[in-house]
């Protein structure tokens, strides 16, 4: 499912000629800890790994909590791999401080650690592959600006405050409203956790207290499918921009409900994590974030060859 245009950006770097002679595929153990499974970004990031594990003839398990609010779940992941004494480890921090104390003991026990999607407020890992999530959020902004005729009320649903996406969204996305956009005014930011139910609860609550508001912005997969249904059971008419790809994203997209969203290459991500995980044990070079891009997608260009590649179900 995942051949062809899907692994896009994603460029095999060969045998692992070099790695400590006889090292075989049991022993280049590469654990990858993200930050959940109930997206479908998670299942396409996880293709991508699982691919470049093939290329690289290492082994790797993907695993993630159930919940993207599950941070101490996350941590004691990140703990049992370890203990595993993996040759490398993926890590994509769920909170962007939490897990530092056991980075520091993987970085003591001398195994690199690649992060991935989300970043960590510490120069550990020897790199982050990911989207870069500031400029994509700028320009969810400037096209959120675009279709509301550059004025008016807008609000914003994110997934949570703690993990460098949160963050990074929001801020990249606020900020550009305020640099460019004066005529427009955020008159609320709200956070559900990336979880479809709980965004469309605070989606509800912030169309009641603004009825003249003209478009929400929602961070990721679940907080715009949130923000999506919020909206329709309330019989409301607005621009709403998200982020992520999906089935349900694609089809609101479709169906005029969402004017388009951000897609990021989760397949790309998985691959590269992984491609960096070996080139850090071969003692490579790595800059410093590895930018695995990004889209704006809409009806007009939901099927070119390009954006198609890096849409996902």
Not at 125 to 145: C, G, I, R, S, Y
Not at 176 to 201: A, F, M, N
Not at 227 to 251: F, H, P, W
């Amino acid at each position: 499912m995942w051949n062809r245009r899907h692994l896009i950006g994603a460029i095999g770097i060969g045998t692992l000629i070099g790695l400590s002679g006889s090292a075989t595929a049991q022993e280049i153990y590469i654990p990858l800890v993200s930050k959940g499974f109930q997206h479908q970004f998670w299942q396409a990031v996880k293709a991508g790994a699982e691919q470049a594990a093939k290329d690289n003839n290492v082994r790797i398990t993907f695993e993630g909590p159930d919940s993207e609010t599950m941070v101490d779940k996350q941590i004691d992941m990140l703990s049992a791999a370890l203990a595993k004494n993996p040759k490398a480890i993926g890590f994509a921090a769920l909170d962007s401080q939490a897990a530092i104390p056991l980075l520091r003991k993987a970085h003591s026990a001398k195994i690199p650690v690649v992060a991935f999607d989300s970043g960590v407020d510490s120069d550990i890992p020897v790199t982050t592959a990911t989207t870069n999530n500031l400029a994509a959020a700028a320009l969810a902004a400037d096209k959120m600006a675009e279709l509301i005729g550059g004025e008016g009320d807008i609000a914003l649903v994110v997934h949570d405050q703690t993990s460098r996406t949160g963050i990074d969204r929001r801020d990249g996305f606020v900020n550009r409203i305020k640099e460019k956009h004066p005529k427009i005014k955020i008159v609320s930011v709200q956070y559900g956790s990336g979880d479809h139910l709980k965004s469309t609860e605070i989606t509800k609550s912030i169309l009641q207290a603004n009825p003249g508001l003209k478009g929400i912005f929602g961070a990721n997969e679940g907080s715009a499918i949130g923000v999506v249904n919020g909206a329709k059971e309330m019989n409301r008419k607005l621009v709403i921009i998200g982020y992520d790809s999906g089935k349900q994203q694609k089809q609101a997209i479709q169906d005029g409900l969402m004017a388009g969203a951000i897609t990021q290459n989760p397949v790309g991500i998985g691959y590269k994590t992984v491609e960096a995980a070996v080139k850090a044990l071969k003692g490579e070079k790595l800059e410093k974030v590895i930018d695995t891009g990004f889209f704006y997608y809409d009806k007009s260009n939901m099927s070119d060859p390009k954006i198609a590649a890096v849409l996902y179900d």
